[in-house]
């Protein structure tokens, strides 16, 4: 099973910039779908976006077109580029493996927000936004 690891959460300035990281060592994520989610401090986990196999991209209303996912392979990542953080940015966040099944090109459009499509799940980071 490929167990993926999280880095780069950080105290950031409403306004600023962080790139998270999702790596596994001794693994490719190359095939798989990553799921990247979050859980502020007494709100259920949400998903905010993924990148398919096939290499489409997928993010909740809430952080499109100031969140870019997108593999970095040449360090064997997925990246989640988080621009103009906003207060409810807050929270930590999850870096997670698909299902090659439930989450094959064919179905990851209808199911990437569903966490139990995912087989395994990185520790978190702590990303927390403000003044």
């Known amino acids: 099973q490929v167990q993926p690891v999280e880095s780069g959460g950080d105290l950031v300035q409403p306004g600023g910039s962080l790139r998270l990281s999702c790596s596994a060592s001794?693994?490719?994520?190359?095939?798989?779908?990553i799921g990247w989610f979050r859980q502020a401090p007494g709100k259920d986990r949400e998903a905010i976006s993924c990148?398919?196999?096939?290499?489409?991209?997928y993010y909740d209303d809430s952080v499109k077109d100031r969140f870019t996912i997108f593999r970095d392979n040449f360090k064997n990542t997925v990246d989640l580029q988080m621009n103009n953080l906003l207060l409810e940015d807050s929270g930590t966040y999850y870096c997670?493996?698909?299902?090659?099944?439930?989450?094959?090109?064919?179905?990851?459009?209808?199911?990437?927000?569903?966490?139990?499509?995912?087989?395994?799940w990185g520790q978190g980071t702590q990303v927390t936004v403000s003044s």
């Open positions: 997670a493996v698909g299902s090659p099944l439930w989450l094959s090109d064919y179905f990851v459009p209808t199911h990437w927000p569903v966490a139990n499509r995912y087989d395994s």
């Open positions: 001794g693994n490719t994520l190359d095939d798989y779908a």
């Open positions: 990148i398919a196999k096939n290499g489409y991209t």
